[in-house]
């Protein structure tokens, strides 16, 4: 056993050593030349955390070198520079005694010009850093910096309190400490995001050396992922509404938002359509600041699903829809590409070629993500072949001077940077003649020659499932349907899937119905169907193919993944071996009143959360989510069942997994429970190490035809 588990974690320890991407930037761009600033974030096992560190590198666009070695930041919280690059700013987070403090630095020319500390000045609260609200943007004239931070909420203490005299008598000058407030509860933006309460917008002047809390936006919007107008003499940003309450935010793009703008001197505007009905995220100028762009579709039913792209006129406010919901099918290279839509949640910052009307951005495609050239005066969209065949993912992360720069991999291949030059020509681009540089070292997984990714057409005539596995093996099986249910299995590297196969198994990725990436009526056919369509589509899609279905399987899945592998274990006893599930959703009923999204098991049964006070006024809806719930089926489960959970879950609580041990354990099977400190994703270094080495183990035991 000692010298197998010694295989196992070496392979654990090699899968998760390629550092992955968070962004990019171009410093400077020519014909000839290019240099770019990556930031990359890699896990560190002998530390058990995640380092991140900077690196710049110049390519000739043949050949590259790293300008300056690795530069640790991982105490870097957000950072941003200035549009002629000349300025630099940065959110640092400091350890100080027991307190963790923030600095807002400034640098200009190699130096260090301003540090404000913004704990003692007091202004606000935490600067937010995070995907959903984090912003960090220097004005036009580089002058200014906003961000969004936490409210300054005012200091509480007992009714009564002892003071001596001298306190006592400077109560009441200048004294903004309110008692008996001390123990009021504020709902925050649930999971990932606890704390996050009431985000301001907040100017920074470096002239003036000013932090000031813009005004005027309305108490029931919480801003977000603002920008500057062209002028400087405000910003635009996105405004959740929060009434009558918040519901979790991260992997939600369905939450009431609107696009407004926000004067310095406190004029809001809304500036997207039909705020109530809409959801909105992303919005970018172009360079002149002629357009405005948003992404958007409506508010409330399945948590994901596909986007419009919207153009504003910023003269006129004239808003077209420049990319509808429709699928169209794109002539690429004498071949015929589908186009099912845009399901990304971010658009980048600099997305703009030079002609400052055509736009370029990614998004999940079918089992691969893909980039396109988006025309918005004539609509025109254009595939970037990046990539051939299809299937790799290639992301774009900045663009500048007509040079794009693109992250790709894929599930046999970890992350590469590269840079893509795309011609100009006098009558517009040649979509169809672009040039690939790679710009950060290629790297291989061992043995990479002996696997094979392989995407199927599997279910609806739609690319629906990716193998990942060794050539010519008859190895177990890991069924792994993805969480969400409204996101996706992509042919992207994932380093637990490379850890599973560099130890002997193969993978099957399968994009059932409610996926994203096919088409928005697939996203929504799943409503009223989960537990039932779901299920099947992940069963059919396995039973399809003789080389899949022979084999020992295995279910591996998290989230609403878990709720599929543990309905497939009492659905479907006798096929598969064992299961390992992460936070899964195994009890309808209960979740409704103890996630942060109780939104989620209402719609995806079919119903409208906003008419659904109580479940114990709807019969219909009790039986419903009782139909749905894999707890159901318990009593018929046989494979072996290893709990991974999460004690700061918001989203899928432990109480749902543990409900679920305590019912498999009544009727005899074999379970076990790990219990980390973390949330539902389990990302942390520790609580990733242990819980696929422990999956490993557990696939290993129970598919062995000798008990180990």
């Known amino acids: 056993m000692g010298n197998k588990l010694d295989k196992i974690v070496a392979a654990y320890r090699i899968a998760t050593q390629y550092p992955a991407l968070t962004s990019a930037r171009i410093l400077d761009c020519s014909k000839t030349s290019v240099s770019v600033q990556s930031v990359w974030i890699q896990r560190v096992l002998e530390r058990q955390a995640k380092t991140r560190f900077r690196q710049t590198i110049f390519s000739n666009y043949k050949t590259y070198t790293s300008v300056s070695p690795p530069t640790d930041i991982t105490n870097e919280l957000i950072s941003a520079y200035s549009k002629s690059n000349k300025h630099f700013c940065v959110v640092r987070e400091v350890e100080s005694g ?145 009434t009558p309450r918040k519901l979790g935010l991260i992997y939600c793009t369905n939450r009431p938002s609107h696009v407004f703008s926000l004067t310095l001197s406190g004029e809001y505007t809304i500036l997207s359509s039909d705020s109530k009905q809409l959801s909105v995220k992303s919005p970018i100028f172009n360079k002149s600041g002629t357009k405005l762009v948003w992404l958007e579709r ?94 790799e993912s290639v992301s774009v992360l900045d663009v500048f001077n007509d040079v794009l720069i693109c992250y790709k991999s894929s599930l046999n291949k970890p992350g590469q940077l590269f840079a893509i030059k795309i011609t100009s020509m006098f009558e517009g681009y040649n979509f169809s003649n672009i040039s690939i540089h790679e710009i950060s070292p290629s790297h291989s997984l061992p043995n990479s020659d002996n696997f094979v990714v392989e995407h199927g057409y599997t279910l609806y005539n739609k690319p629906t499932t990716i193998f990942y596995g060794p050539k010519d093996s008859n190895c177990p099986l890991i069924i792994w349907p993805h969480g969400g249910p409204h996101s996706a299995s992509l042919d992207s590297f994932i380093a637990d899937a490379a850890f599973f196969i560099q130890i002997g198994f193969a993978v099957l990725f399968i994009n059932y119905r409610g996926s994203i990436g096919l088409g928005k009526d697939y996203v929504e056919s799943l409503l009223g169907n989960i537990g039932d369509a779901d299920v099947k589509d992940v069963y059919n899609a396995v039973q399809s193919n003789p080389s899949w279905s022979n084999r020992k399987l295995l279910l591996y899945g998290g989230s609403h993944g878990g709720f599929l592998v543990t309905h497939l274990s009492g659905q479907y006893p006798n096929i598969f071996k064992a299961v390992s599930t992460r936070n899964p959703c195994i009890d309808l009923l209960s979740l409704f009143g103890t996630s942060d999204l109780p939104d989620w098991n209402i719609t995806e049964g079919g119903n409208n959360y906003s008419e659904v006070d109580s479940l114990a006024n709807s019969k219909e809806i009790l039986m419903k989510l009782a139909d749905c719930s894999p707890c159901k089926n318990v009593h018929k489960v046989q494979a072996p069942t290893l709990l991974l959970l999460g004690e700061k879950d918001l989203r899928v609580p432990p109480s749902q997994g543990l409900a679920y041990y305590h019912l498999l354990k009544k009727h005899g099977v074999t379970a076990r429970v790990l219990m980390y400190n973390d949330c539902h994703p389990l990302s942390t270094v520790s609580a990733d190490m242990d819980s696929s080495i422990n999956t490993a183990l557990w696939f290993k035991k129970y598919s062995s035809d000798v008990s180990e």
């Open 298 to 391: 409506l508010a409330d039913g399945p948590h994901h699903s596909c986007f419009k792209l919207m153009c504003c006129n910023w003269s006129t406010k004239e808003i077209t829809t420049v990319v509808d919901f429709d699928n169209k099918i794109l002539q690429v290279d004498n071949e015929q590409l589908p186009f099912y839509g845009l399901y990304n949640q971010t658009i980048p910052s600099r997305s703009w070629l030079n002609d400052d009307k055509i736009i370029v951005l990614s998004t999940p495609q079918g089992g691969s993500i893909h980039t396109f050239a988006i025309d918005t005066e004539s609509k025109d969209i254009h595939y970037l072949p990046i990539t051939k065949p299809f299937h």
């Open 98 to 242: 027991k307190e963790i403090k923030q600095y807002l630095e400034v640098w200009t020319d190699c130096s260090l010009v301003k540090n404000y500390d913004l704990s003692a000045l007091d202004v606000h609260g935490k600067i937010y850093a995070d995907a959903e609200f984090g912003t960090l943007e220097w004005s036009p004239d580089e002058t200014k910096i906003v961000y969004i931070a936490e409210k300054k909420v005012p200091k509480s203490e007992p009714f009564y309190k002892q003071k001596s005299k001298a306190s006592a008598d400077k109560d009441g000058v200048n004294n903004d400490t309110v008692p008996g407030k001390e123990y009021d509860w504020s709902q925050d933006w649930g999971e990932q995001l606890v704390g996050k309460i009431t985000p301001v917008l907040v100017v920074c002047d470096i002239k003036t050396d000013s932090i000031d809390v813009l005004q005027n936006i309305p108490n029931n919007v919480n801003p977000a992922t603002a920008t500057w107008i062209p002028d400087g003499n405000g910003v635009v940003a996105i405004g959740y509404t929060i």
